[in-house]
């Protein structure tokens, strides 16, 4: 069947005696009146609205005409799920890339980015996906013995921005600051600490640097390796995972520091709704950034409930360098996993209102805060809560993406 290239548009127009004329108007495709197209992207659902934008320039509104459509921004982070896998057709990758949203009353969609034999992905077998931030993913693949791979993918519009090869054996985490269409973007990868040393490597997509940028700091033999990282107003922090340990790299100045950490939270004899317990801290952990504070979401299991899971939230008290304990979201979410998102309350937030999501082995958990659910034990609230997200499909990978926040 052969494509129209052309739209036909109806002009009706008045004649001297008050009489509508009709007019047919030939048009390519590429060149509808702007009116037409609000009406159509009007009507689409999100990652339709991205495709449109990217079908021609002459469908690629103004941003000012898309901001004033006023679309609601999905403030909740939805869930990526893939995997492409080697063929015998070297050009060709058998593989598969969905999107979820969440389950919100009564209305969840999935969105299938590609699925089948797919073109030009042979780069994205094997790759693992490290952290999620605007729409993006950033993702890692040895290449060879000593070196590294590193590559950002967008599926909402499936564009793949290459980074430069990384002579290195092994990382310990990698994230990145915005999506690589913004000036301010920075990747940032972390390696294991070697002889009380720790090399940073940074790269910037929209940059004139064509390799990685190295740096090596000295670091207290008690340090060891990153556990989690979290970025704030220009600096990566970085969560070690031993006693608590911190510390920052600020990008403008290619500063590395040490925070000190004067005290330490206890969690021996906390008590929970009512309940005595006593805690051992397990990994993994996770730092997340809260309306310009840092949080820290530690895994810990009650002893005194056959070792039941549950998680700790602290927060970092800048002015007397102590973690603090969070008991309250205040409305507000949290979802954990390779990135990790705070979700502040009102809108979509209320269907997931107080509660720590935590991504693990293709199924999502999540907890309460015992602060903000007073009434009855945690599980009788866990019963009465709406499940917005599902486990997913068995031999799929999975992340938390959050939707760029133009589209």
């Known amino acids: 069947m052969k494509a129209l290239s052309c739209a036909a548009m109806a002009t009706q127009t008045l004649n001297g005696e008050g009489s509508p004329n009709y007019t ?3 048009r390519p495709w590429s060149d509808l009146p702007e009116d037409v197209l609000v009406l159509v992207i009007k009507r689409l659902l999100i ?3 991205i495709r449109f934008r990217a079908v021609c320039k002459g469908w690629r509104l103004p941003v000012d005409i898309i901001q004033g459509l006023f679309f609601p921004v999905p403030k909740l982070p939805w869930t990526m799920e893939y995997t492409w896998r080697k063929t015998t057709d070297s050009n060709r990758t058998l593989g598969i890339c969905k999107l979820l949203e969440p389950d919100l009353h009564r209305r969840s969609r999935t969105y299938i980015v590609e699925i089948g ?3 030009g992905r042979s780069g994205f ?9 605007d729409g993006w993913v950033l993702f890692s693949k040895e290449k060879v013995k000593g070196s590294l791979i590193f ?10 921005v290459s980074l430069p090869r990384l002579e290195s054996d092994i990382f310990d985490i990698a994230t990145f600051s915005s999506g690589p269409n913004s000036p301010d973007c920075i990747v940032f990868v972390a390696h294991p600490p070697e002889s009380g040393k720790i090399c940073i490597s940074v790269y910037r997509p929209c940059g004139d640097d064509k390799t990685w940028n190295r740096y090596v700091f000295d670091l207290p033999g008690s340090f060891d390796s990153v556990e989690s990282v979290a970025y704030m107003n220009g600096s990566f922090y970085c969560y070690f995972g031993c006693f608590f340990r911190l510390a920052c790299f600020k990008i403008a100045n290619q500063e590395w520091q040490i925070i000190r950490i004067k005290s330490l939270p206890t969690y021996q004899n906390v008590v929970v709704n009512d309940h005595a317990s006593v805690f051992t801290f397990t990994s993994p952990n996770y730092l997340l950034e809260c ?3 840092l949080l ?3 895994l810990a299991k009650d002893t005194e409930r056959h070792n039941q899971d549950c998680f700790f939230l602290f927060r970092l008290d800048w002015q007397h360098k102590a973690w603090g304990r969070k008991n309250a979201l205040g409305g507000g979410a949290i979802f954990l996993g390779k990135t990790s998102f705070w979700v502040s309350p009102g809108g979509e937030t209320e269907n997931v209102a107080n509660r720590v999501h935590h991504r693990t082995g293709g199924s999502t958990v999540f907890f309460l805060s015992p ?3 007073p009434l009855g034990s945690l599980e009788e609230q866990r019963k009465k809560c709406k499940i917005c997200y599902h486990p997913c499909t068995e031999g799929l990978n999975t992340i938390w993406i959050a939707p760029p926040r133009e589209f």
């Open 117 to 119: 034999m797919i073109e």
């Open 47 to 49: 990652c339709d609205r």
């Open 151 to 160: 590559f950002l993918f967008s599926p909402f519009n499936k564009q793949v």
């Open 296 to 298: 820290l979401a530690c």
């Open 24 to 26: 047919t108007e030939i």
């Open 291 to 293: 309306d310009g504070e």
């Open 125 to 133: 077998v094997d790759a693992e996906a490290c952290a999620s931030r």
């Open 371 to 373: 602060i903000d659910c």
